[in-house]
């Protein structure tokens, strides 16, 4: 199948401090990106839905000045939390969909797991 | 907005036993998906499931959609070791279109 990475697979910042993750589709061009947030023992959260070269398209109760996403190109999106505080400590995951005669199907990076100390 | 449930959340399920999860939508889907996650894991996409009354097989894991396109479930016979993780079903809208994920099923299997 396809994959799909994300970098860092780990980060442990300070309060108030800027955290960059990125998302790759490796051997395709993904028509859409994904970025989720789960926390232990929950589901995945949508946060945002990234599409190359356009807005992201924010969930209802996430922040879009504190959660910047830019979609650079059909293989490339980073997340960014600004400021972050204790409480967006948590597994951020992305996923690329590949559209394809009517189906679709999203790979999942491995996840970013962000500690804010 | 668009919700969708499991049931149940927890399943513990004897080696070699059968077990059945859950997955119902307030809205009709376009599709629905499932979803393996691992402990320590990121999910990882079992199956697609598009069509009203669908039924899908992969070795000892059957799916359905159902007839309305509300529900589907994932029925897993002779249940091993390896089957523990949590399982999720995600709706979808449309083909492409952003996926509401279920709250999952978390299976731990008793040797």
């Known amino acids: 199948g396809a994959v799909v990475s994300q970098h860092p697979s780990w980060v442990i910042c300070k309060s108030g401090t800027s955290v960059k993750i990125e998302c790759r589709s490796l051997d395709f061009q993904a028509t859409t990106m994904f970025w989720y947030r789960q926390f232990p023992k929950q589901s995945l959260m949508l946060m945002a839905t990234?599409?190359?070269?356009?807005?992201?398209?924010?969930e209802q109760g996430v922040e879009k000045d504190k959660f910047l996403i830019n979609h650079a190109s059909l293989t490339l999106s980073t997340l960014t939390v600004t400021s972050a505080h204790p409480e967006d400590s948590s597994f951020y995951i992305c996923?690329?969909?590949?559209?394809?005669?009517?189906?679709?199907?999203?790979?999942f990076g491995p996840g970013t797991r962000l500690t804010v100390l | 907005g668009q919700q969708v449930m499991q049931i149940p959340q927890y399943q513990h399920v004897q080696e070699g036993e059968d077990f059945t999860t859950y997955c119902n939508s307030s809205t009709t889907l376009s599709n629905i998906q499932w979803y393996k996650q691992r402990p320590g894991g990121h999910p990882v996409f079992l199956i697609q499931?598009?069509?009203?009354?669908e039924v899908k097989k992969q070795k000892r894991l059957t799916f359905q959609f159902g007839e309305a396109k509300k529900n589907s479930s994932l029925h897993i016979t002779a249940t091993q070791t390896t089957d523990v993780g949590t399982y999720f079903c995600?709706?979808?809208?449309?083909?492409?279109?952003?996926?509401?994920f279920g709250g999952g099923t978390r299976v731990l299997v008793k040797p």
């Open positions: 996923s690329a969909t590949i559209l394809a005669g009517g189906r679709s199907e999203q790979f």
């Open positions: 990234s599409n190359e070269g356009s807005k992201a398209t924010y």
């Open positions: 499931l598009v069509k009203s009354g």
């Open positions: 995600a709706g979808g809208k449309a083909a492409g279109n952003k996926l509401t």
